[in-house]
Nanobody, 117 residues
Framework: VQLQASGGGLVNTGGSLRLSCAAS????????MGWFRQAAGKERELVAA????????EYAESVLGRFAISRDNAKNTAYLQMNNLNVDDTAIYYC???????????WGQGTQVTVSS
């Protein structure tokens, strides 16, 4: 599976962005997709994840209520809607996919999100 992430950019505090992650093949082989981020000097962290078939979601506490992950089965694409962004959200965002019973093993190339104050 190849993943193509897009949608990053520069926004002001309080602004919004929507990230997209397009998968190269039909997603029936994918159990879950996640969005991770890595800020400069920090470890990579899971921001949000979605189980592809059920739509069950999970979020990091730091983004709860501000970010929303979703997927479009017909387009083989996952999205991350990010609202009320703040400077702490500045990072490179990566999407990743996992098959059932396995860790995230397919990764997109990353997209930069920069929030200015």
């Amino acid at each position: 599976v190849q993943l193509q992430a897009s949608g990053g950019g520069l926004v002001n505090t309080g602004g919004s962005l929507r990230l997209s992650c397009a998968a190269s093949e039909r997603t029936f082989n994918i159990y879950k997709m996640g969005w991770f981020r890595q800020a400069a000097g920090k470890e990579r962290e899971l921001v949000a994840a979605i189980r592809w078939n059920t739509g069950i979601t999970e979020y990091a506490e730091s983004v709860l209520g501000r970010f929303a992950i979703s997927r479009d089965n017909a387009k083989n694409t996952a999205y991350l809607q990010m609202n009320n962004l703040n400077v702490d959200d500045t990072a490179i965002y990566y999407c990743a996919a996992a098959r059932l019973g396995r860790d995230y093993s397919y990764w997109g190339q990353g997209t930069q999100v920069t929030v200015s104050s």
